[in-house]
C-alpha cells in the first residue's frame, strides 16, 4: 500500500459500563435503567422518530453512528464508497428472545423484523443513505485481526473508501458496542488502521479503574 | 456491441405442473394450484391455503434416485433444472458451464423435522437432517447431481432471488467466464416460511387476489424454475437458434424498510428502468408484464405506482400469475421467467385470476382471460424483501 493509501481510524465510540466515549472520552454517563438509551439519544441532539421502534442492537446501531458521523464529512463520498463492517456474539438473540415471548399470546410483526442481526446494518443504511459493501459477523469476542483484514480487503479492492466497523452487542440488557471510522484520510488523533489500534480503542472501559485518573 | 444472451431451454415444477407442459396447460386452463394443506404440517392447516407441488417426497427421491434424506427444495430443483437441460438438448458437458440456483429456504425443511425430533429427545435428532440446512447445500446437491462443476454459486435476495440468479449468469456469459448457464431457483414450503409470513400479517386466509382494491395477502406455494441460458457462440451451434434472448436486466434497492417496499415504489421503479435502458427499450415497447403481484397491500400499491409513473400512457396488459402459483419466494423470479419465455413463445398473455375490483390509485387492471397476441417484449418482476427490486425483459429475436 502506498503511502497516501494509509487507512486511519479517524473516529471510534464505545458504549459500556454505564458511559459513552468518543475517541477515548467519556461524552455521556448513566445509571442503568431502562431508558438509558432513549434518554442518551435525545440528549444527543437527535431526531429521528422511527428510533424508537427499533430493538435494542438497532438503537445502539443508531446512537453509536450517530457520534461516529456528528462532525465527519461522510457525506463527501458517494453512498457506494461506504461500507459497514460489524460483529458480535450473540447475533439477533436479544431480539429473537423478545419475539418469541411475544408469540406466546399474538406474534408482533414489529419485533419479527428485527429478528436478524444485520438489520442494524439497514437501519444504518437507511438513516445515512449509505450504500456501501456490508457484512455481519458473528464471532465469540471482537476479533480486531479478522475486522483489520476484511476492512482492509474491501479498502484495497477499491470497494470503499470509508468505513464503519466494529462491534455491536446486547444481550439482557448488556450493551458493549465499540465502533470506529476508518479513512483514507490523515487522522487528527493519527491512529493508523491497525489490529493493535483496534484492540487498544476496544480495551477502553473494560476496567474503569484503568481510565480513571 | 456485447453479445446476446439466448434462452436455450426452461424446466419448471410448481403446483399447477411438474413440467412446463403441465403448467402451461393449467395456465391455458386457467387451474390454480391453491388448496388446503396436505403436505405441510401446520397448525394452521384448515386456515391458510398453500400452493403445493403434487408429488411427495417419495415420489421426487425415486424418480430421481435420490436419498430420501434430500431436502425437498434440493429435489424440486434437480427436477426442474434436469427439464431445462434436457428441453435444451444441450450437452452440457460440451461446454463451460455453470450452475446458478436461488433458494430462500435451503435445507430448512429437514431442519425442522430434525429440530422436533431433537427438541423432544436430544439423542433422537438425525443429523442428516441437517447437513443440507444452508442454502448452498442445496444448490451443491442438484449441481451434483446434474455433474456440472465449471461454475457453481447460490443467491439468496429473498422473492427477487432467482431473477438475480438469471440475471448474474447473463453477466457471466457476456463476460466470457461460462458459455452456458442452468440458472433459476427453488423453494419448498415450511413451517419457518409459513409462520414468518403469518407474523408479518400478509397472508390471505381465502385465494389470494393479486391487484385487487379488496386484496387481502398472499398465498405461498413452492417450487422450482430453470433457464438455460446461452451465449451466440453456442447458440450458432444448436439444430434451431433459440428465438429468445434476455435482453434487459436490473437490480435496485428502495432502502425503505426491512420486509416492505416504498409506498411510491422506488426500487420498483428503478429496477424496471434499468432493465429497460439495459435492453435499448422504451416503455411503449413492452407487451406484457408479468407482475410480481403478490396480493400484499403493499406491494401491489408499490408495483402498480411504479408502473403508472413510468408507463404513463401506454399501459401494456399486466398479469399476476401467483394467482396460480401462489408466491414461491426464492423460486418465483425463475418460475415467472419460464412463463415469460412461455408468453412469447405460445404468442399468450396469461389471465390474473380472481380479479374483481380494480385499485382506485392505478388507472389499469390486469388482464382477467387468456390472450393470444404476438409478444415482442415481456418484462418479468420480482421485488423483495429489504427493497431487492429486480427486473427481466425477455425479447424475441429477429433474424
Redesign the interface.
Known sequence: MSPEDQLNITKSVIIRNNSIYVDGNIIYEYFKNDNFLNDSYESLDNNYPKFYKMDVLGKLGMLATHLLLKDSDIENHLPSDVGIVLSNSNSSLDADIRYFDSVKSF???AL???T?PN?VT?EI??RY?L?GENAFFISQQFDADWLHFYISHLFQNNKINACIGGWIESINSDHDVCLFLTERKESKNGINFTAENLNNINSLGDDVSNILP | MSQKVYIAGVGIISAIGNNVGENLASLKDTKAGMQNMERLQSVHKDKLPVAEVSLSNEDLCSELKLPNHISRSALLSTVAAKEAISNSGINIHKWRTGFISATSVGGMDKTEDFFTEFMADHPNGDLKNVVNHECGAVTEITADHLGIRDFVTTVSTACSSSANSIFLAARLIRQGFLDVVVAGGTDSLTKFTL??F????ILDSQYCQPFDENRRGLNLGEGAGYLVLVSEKVAEGMNQKPEIALSGWCNA?D?????ASSPDGTGNFLAMKGALKKAGLKPADIDYINLHGTGTNNNDIAEGTAIKNLFEGNYPPVSSTKSFTGHTLGASGAIEAVYSVLAIREGLIFPNLRFETQMKEIPFAPVTELQHKTLKNVMSNSFGF?GNCSSLIFSKVIG
Request: glycine share 12%.
Open positions: 406474534p408482533s410483526p419479527f423484523v428485527y436478524l438489520i439497514g443504511s437507511i443513505k450504500k | 409462520n414468518g403469518n407474523t408479518l400479517m434497492n432502502a425503505h424498510h426491512q420486509t429489504g
